[in-house]
Antibody, heavy 122, light 108 residues
């Protein structure tokens, strides 16, 4: 199992960025996926989750209306479109694999990528 | 929303037993997972369903959950176990996962 995040870059407040998470080593289309972030020196914060069938999405209140999660099962890739970025969105963003196709069905994440850093700064 | 509380730091000598706690209201009614995060690395699942270990995780790692406290126990602690540890549950009211603030394990 391998998850590789990409797309992290320095972005100005108010700007946009799209992160990608490319999966390999498992049947990507069968599993729900999530994004979890970690601000520098801080703990883990779940951001968003998406079902395997791409029909159920969930967002943390802190990003609702600004971030959009999506997936392309033909490319084994998960995305996070981030708009109206704020300095407090600065974090390492990890993608995490669920255990089933339903977000949170088993209640834990069995595998994580190495993360991509998104600094939001002017 | 549901809140998980962890002590910021735990110190233990090599070969001894470390206990890292995670407090939450009636947490015993929830399924607790634990993740280990070494510096510069991604989190790694070490315990799920309160007590189960993924393949490859040493038997020295064990978990329990009772009342308002879940506990991760690491027996015969090794220097290589130094890391931040996070507990996590699924909050059925908000329909999203909740993480504790993390505990830094230092092996003296």
């Amino acid at each position: 199992v391998k998850l590789v995040e990409s797309g992290g870059a320095v972005v100005q407040p108010g700007g946009s960025l799209r992160l990608s998470c490319t999966a390999s080593g498992f049947t990507f289309s069968a599993y729900a996926m999530s994004w979890v972030r970690q601000a520098p020196g801080k703990g883990l914060e779940w951001v968003s989750g998406l079902s395997a069938s791409d029909d159920e999405t969930y967002y943390a209140d802190s990003v609702k209306g600004r971030f959009t999660i999506s997936r392309d099962n033909s490319k084994n890739t998960l995305y996070l479109q981030m708009n109206s970025l704020r300095p407090d969105d600065t974090a390492v963003y990890y993608c995490a694999k669920d255990v089933t196709g339903i977000v949170g069905a088993m209640g834990y994440f069995e595998f994580w990528g190495q993360g991509t850093l998104v600094p939001v700064s002017s | 929303s549901y809140v998980l509380t962890q002590s910021p730091a735990v110190s233990v000598a090599p070969g001894k037993t470390a206990r890292i706690t995670c407090g939450g209201n009636n947490i015993e009614s929830k399924s607790v997972s634990w993740y280990q995060q070494k510096p510069g690395q991604a989190p790694m699942l070490v315990i799920y369903y309160d007590t189960d270990r993924p393949s490859g995780i040493p038997e020295r790692f064990s978990g329990s959950n009772s009342g308002n406290t879940a506990t991760l126990t690491i027996s015969r602690v090794e220097v290589g176990d130094e890391a931040d540890f996070y507990c996590q549950v699924w909050d059925t009211s908000s329909l999203h996962p909740v993480f504790g603030g993390g505990t830094k394990l230092t092996v003296l």
